[in-house]
């Protein structure tokens, strides 16, 4: 098997995936845009022809009353008037009202011709963002169909699809913030009157103003992914848990290698990587063996010495051979170029996919056009990619057929599922618990599988025969092209263990033994490293949190303090009227004054209450719990299958999924601030965010105390020990 690609990110929201999504936000709404860029070209031009004829009457105006010959008594020139915000003026200071109000047409017909170049260039993006995405679209079926007619081609598209698509993503994210922002400032445009603006459209002004910063930022932030877009496409070494072996060590497999590669005219591999698991494959290109952190490079042939041992010998020949086949037909070569594209473009998607990114994880509108192009351009290559990997498979079949024979590659096949089993729970079994683990995991599962025997093989018929990184075809269709019925008989033999693993082995590596015990020493390493790395980090997570409670209060002062602003007049014409009355007047004062008295105590009573309230924590929050005071029990971090935060219009809401063995909380008062949904298992705590918190920080609090308890419940779990039998080697 040929380690050629991985599988398309699947970090992504599935809309992204959605044809019909890809559809409206990469065509529909563009179009949708440049209908009402040409509606707010029409509107901006109708704007200013409104202005400017006004702006000619008052300048008519203006000079007619600049005309009129002052009065001849001194006093007040009364066929001086004008009329403006509601107010007549008289006299001189008319006017100067006249001339102020000439300024500031003169302002405003200057804001309308601006206001005239903004739906220009919001048609100009959003052509632009529609010309674009159908570029991709198209460009993306058209070069994968041609990719799928020759390797070459395929690798051909795909490079040149490597140097336009990340910066025609960030070139479609720049244009919609572009269209974003002309959109807006389109329509705030007639706002900017600063001799009669009011708090609404200030308000309407400073939403507008924040949209746009939003935009702007998204943009420069996509400008900014620009400098990386070479490192995203490095090849990355292909991380093994296994050791090379020199010939000295393995003679026998050099030699059978060596054979094999001038019988198919492949070039020799420059390294031999033995594991205990992962099968066999070649990789062309960087790799990294643990536990020794050696770097290798060049052509790498992974052999499984797991699977050697269970093995036939013609059998285990066979897969080496279908292995170096790739080497002849130039498939490494073409992974190795291939490869470091594909991985490249599922970094440059997951970079882009944070470009604007909300706290809660949500994309924003700006970037998710871009995304669901970048996704369906990915998709239609790993189609034609999946193509021609399952073509090499066959053709690799075909080629290691001919050095050993049909049968025994329908043999190894057959084998490959009836050992898989047995290797997985060994290998599972020493991963997890590596201080338990004999000191020859190959010893341990001849003794195991002579133990327990082999799996079905018939099982594993419509499986692929699994690989870091590749994708096969069935084994099913793979024993057909090799014409190898699995009949009942060579079912049967594919389950029997061969005469002496202690020979086969013998025959690769001058000390089979000692080979064994060191690579399994190395998987040991490995894990007891991977473990302490792991133990490392979730005890970091686990320590971000005290043992002590943190208190949440509500944020309920501005409230009072608005509560108290209109209680306080209130209050104060009541006291006022009942001592002194009010002129005009009669016994009606007296009910004017209960009436303000009781509905001002009332609302101050309500301040009192919410400052009260401000004092008293409504949810603490502890390492193993959480406590809040309208539900009767505490909800417990290891009782719950799942949880979630948000803010929902500025409330927080915080939703808990209860395991069904947890009892389910009763509400205790609280109304509106805790719901309960016994026939889901879902409690939802709904708040304004805590006092010393925003919404962000409230969301970062909630998860780090998730995380902290998972941590500590990871930490504390014992790893399960798998169902192996505690053979006689095990403890050797």
Known sequence: MLASQPKPSVNASMSLHSKP????????????????????MQRGAEYHDYLFAQRADLKAQVRQMEAVPPPTNGGINTELQFHADGTNYMGDFALVKAREALGQFDFLLTVARIRQVLPI???????AVFALGLAILAGAISLAGIGGKSRPALLRSFSLVRRLLPAAMIMLVVLSAFAVIGAILFEVAPLFRWDNIGSGQIYLLSLALGLVAVALVTAYH?????????????PEPLVLIAQSVSQAEAPGLWALVENFARRLSAPMPDTIALGVTQGFFVVSGPVQLLPADQRVEGNTLHVSLGHLALMRTDEAATVIAHELAHFAGEDTTYSQSYLPIYNGFSRSLDAMARVGQARDGSLSFLTTPALALGYFV????????????????????TKSATLTSQGAAGRALLRHGAINGVIEAVTNFAWAQPDQAPQDLVAYMLELASERGLNDPTLQLEAVVAHPTDTHPHNRDRLAAFGFEPTQARVADAMTLPASADAVLAQYFADASATSRNVTQALLAASRGATLKWRDTVSSIAASVGDEATELYENNRPIAIFMFAIAAPMLAIAMWTALFGAPGFGREILILSVGFGIIGTFIALLGVQALRRAKTPFMRLFPDRIEHRHLDRPIYWDQLRNWSVGNHAGTMVTSFLLKRSATFPKRRGGRGQVLLNPGAWVVTIRSVPPQHYKSGGYIDLITRYADAAAARNSLAARPADPDVPGASSKNS
């Open 21 to 40: 999504f890809l559809l409206i936000t990469s065509l529909v709404v563009p179009m949708l845009l440049i209908v009402l860029g040409f509606w707010q």
């Open 121 to 127: 260039v919001f048609i100009a993006a959003s052509s």
């Open 378 to 397: 990915l998709e239609r290559f790993h189609l034609a990619v999946r193509h021609w990997s399952r073509a090499r498979e066959f053709e690799a079949d």
């Open 222 to 234: 996509a400008l900014m992914q620009l400098r990386g877009i070479s490192q995203l496409f490095a």
